[in-house]
Nanobody
Framework: QVQLVESGGGLVQTGGSLRLSCVASGFINTGDCLGWFRQAPGKEREAVAT????????DYVDSVKGRFTISQDSGKNTVYLQMNSLKTEDTAMYYC????????????????WGQGTQVTVSS
């Protein structure tokens, strides 16, 4: 079992920054995948960024490239999402998720989810 707890969401103005954190506990191995997903009202959940535990591979959705950075602190079993130059279209509930083995871009492939943290970007 893996437990994930997100924090760091909030209300920010366009162009601002937020850093999301996700503390993972349980059985996580090097090579497993941690990801950040988001879901806006009326829209499907989408992958934002993924990182393999150990950091060998990182991927971003095109809409956040150059603005968001995913990273991890293995000593703290924590994955971060630094979000800069935020736009109103980034407004969503953000979820941390985990899966075994290789990373995937599909939410259906992830077995473990956090409760989510709300990010609201105002114009």
């Amino acid at each position: 079992q893996v437990q994930l707890v997100e924090s760091g969401g909030g209300l920010v103005q366009t162009g601002g920054s937020l850093r999301l954190s996700c503390v993972a506990s349980g059985f996580i191995n090097t090579g497993d995948c941690l990801g950040w997903f988001r879901q806006a009202p009326g829209k499907e959940r989408e992958a934002v960024a993924t990182i393999t535990v150990g950091g060998s591979r990182i991927d971003y959705v095109d809409s956040v490239k150059g603005r968001f950075t995913i990273s991890q602190d293995s000593g703290k079993n924590t994955v971060y999402l630094q979000m800069n130059s935020l736009k109103t279209e980034d407004t969503a509930m953000y979820y941390c998720a985990a899966k075994a083995f290789w990373c995937s871009w599909s939410p259906a492939d992830f077995s473990y989810w956090g409760q989510g943290t709300q990010v609201t970007v105002s114009s």
